[in-house]
Structure formats: structure tokens, C-alpha cells
């Protein structure tokens, strides 16, 4: 058993949201060619920045990810540069059924740069175990939206941390729809003065499906600035874990951390644990935490009923409404379609 997604920090034991533990890997299956050629050269600047830093799912599914990668692409944006969004999108099916990929960016200093990556996939017992870095240098903008979007019966691996640098700004959100087993750790590392994160976050979840979650800002410049929302629905038997962290560190004076997760339940049956946590270790900063869990808002309900609608036409109508703003972020337009129309079936409650 391996620990996934474990917390520098332990909460309360009884809770289980201290790790994952979990025997999932690939094992001695051979390594599998994957259908898209890859970037060969790595990028010397951002494997530097990243040496000493702690991230990732656990020290086990980043040597996977070394081991078995037959996919890589990488993004050296010079100074000053200006470009327009990359999209990257990775397919999985019954001939491509074990993906292991690796994307890294590194925005040069003053550099803008958008990224859109979307994993979905067709078929059974389907494999993903994904690491995305990003390397901010000062006063670079960054925006990266990550969709993952996988059929019943798949597992997900999914790895996303970035580093900012001085005045840097990343504007980064998460989508996560399917896949049966579902581990996803986020982490930005604010190490500049004046860097600020504004970071969102989606999920939907059905049937026996599990999601644990681990998404952390951690502060390290003076005046930093991370903002995260998270939003999200359960229904049948789902079990999701969020565990999102400020963690203020000794020297960022002047730091403010916002966190939070907002979770819909439309059963009885389904298992939600969310556990907002804030760290500090420094006199001057300011972090605030927040978690609700439960039903829609009432008074929104009946205003919604009241224009000629069905109690489950506008609880539809209200959870896709919250979607949305994630969504929109989403520059392809086809899926963007794609997505909002499996999240309408999926709302679809009988």
C-alpha cells in the first residue's frame, strides 16, 4: 500500500483525509507507445527550479511517471513573448488504454502564455497517470485549464504544480467528470513577492465513483495572493475527499490565502468529506477557509419554480449555472459544448 495525496500536516485521524492508501499502479506491465509523438528534450531551467521542491501525488506515482511516460511535450516561452493558447489534447481508447504523460511549461520572465489540456477517453479499464509542471518566472502570465473527462471504469492520476515568480499571475482551473478512481493533487508555490493565483476548480461525480482531492497554496513571498474556489455535485453512492490548504510560510509577510469548497449532494447515500486548512507560521498575513455542503439554495429554488419550471428542471438549471463559470474558461468550443452537455446528462436525475 502507498500513501497518495498525503497531507504535510495531519488533521484529525478519524476523519481519513490524512492520505490516500492505495495499491493501484501499473505494476510489471510493460511500457505502451503512445499514438502522438513527443517532445525528446527536457528543459534544463525548469528541472532546476523543480529539484528541491516536494509535489506530486506520492513519491511512487511520480516514479511511474518517469518510468513508463510515453508521452512529453514541452513549452519554453522566452521573455517578454507573447502566444496565443496551446491546446493539447490526449485521447485515450482500447489501443491507447495506459497513458503517461508529461507537459511543462516554462514562461520566461514578462511572458504570456495560455494552455488548454483535455484528457477524455472511449472504452474500458482505461489508465491515466498525468504530471503537469509550470515554471513562472517574474511578472509572467499564465492561464492553464485542465479537463479530464474519462469513461466509467478508468483511473486518473493527476499531478499539477507550478512555481511563481515575482509580480507572476496564474489563472488556473480544474474539471473533473468520470472516471471511477480519481486522484488529483494541485499545488502552487508562490515563492516571489506579489505573485497572486486565482484557481478554480469543478467536479461531478455519480454512481460508485471516488474523487480525493488535494489542492494547496503555499506562500513563501511577501504580499502573495491565492484565491481557489471549488465547486462540485455527488449523486448514488459517489465518495468524494477535498482537502484545500493555505499554508502560510515563515518570511511571507503581508500574504492573503483564500480557500474553499461548495458541494451539492442530490442523495442520501452519496459520502462527502471537505476539510478547508489553514496553515500559518508567519504574524503578518491573512487566510481565510470555507466549506458548505448540502442542498441548493431555497430561495433561488422557488423563485426558478415559480417561472413555470420543475423542482428537478431547476435544480438542473442551478448546478449547470455554477458550472459554467469554469466552463467558460474552456477556448475550444466544441468542447466546451461537449462538456456542458455530459454534465447536463449526468444532472439528469430520475
Known sequence: ??????????????????????????????????????????????????????????????????NFRNFTRTFDIASADKKETEIIELKLDSDNDILVSGIDVNAG?????????????????????????????????????????????????????????????????????????????????????????????VYFKEENQFLDILATNEHNGNDTDSEAMFNGALKDYAHKNWKGVVDLRPGCVSADGKIGDYSMMFSDTVKNKTAPILLCAEKEVAGNHAASVGRLNKEMLFYIMSRGFDKKQAESMMLEATFSKALDKIEDEALKESLKEKVHQMNTRN
Open 1 to 66: 500500500m502507498s500513501k497518495l495525496n498525503e497531507m504535510r500536516m495531519y488533521t484529525w485521524n478519524s476523519t481519513g483525509l490524512n492520505w490516500v492508501d492505495s495499491d493501484i499502479s501499473l505494476g510489471q506491465v510493460e511500457r505502451k507507445d503512445y499514438f502522438k509523438s513527443s517532445d525528446t528534450e527536457s528543459i534544463k531551467a525548469l528541472d532546476e527550479a523543480f529539484k528541491s521542491k516536494v509535489y506530486g501525488i506520492s513519491d511512487e506515482v511520480k516514479a511511474e511517471n518517469k
Open 109 to 201: 520572465e514578462d511572458s504570456t502564455s495560455s494552455y488548454l489540456i483535455s484528457a477524455f477517453g472511449e472504452g474500458d479499464n482505461l489508465y491515466l497517470n498525468s504530471q503537469i509542471r509550470a515554471n513562472i518566472a517574474d511578472k509572467a502570465r499564465v492561464k492553464l485549464v485542465v479537463v479530464t473527462n474519462l469513461p466509467e471504469k478508468s483511473i486518473n492520476f493527476s499531478s499539477i504544480t507550478t512555481i511563481l515568480g515575482e509580480e507572476s499571475y496564474l489563472d488556473i482551473t480544474y474539471i473533473e467528470i468520470g472516471a471511477d478512481n480519481s486522484i488529483v493533487n494541485i499545488k502552487n508555490i508562490l515563492d516571489g513577492d506579489r505573485a497572486m493565483v486565482r484557481e478554480s476548480g
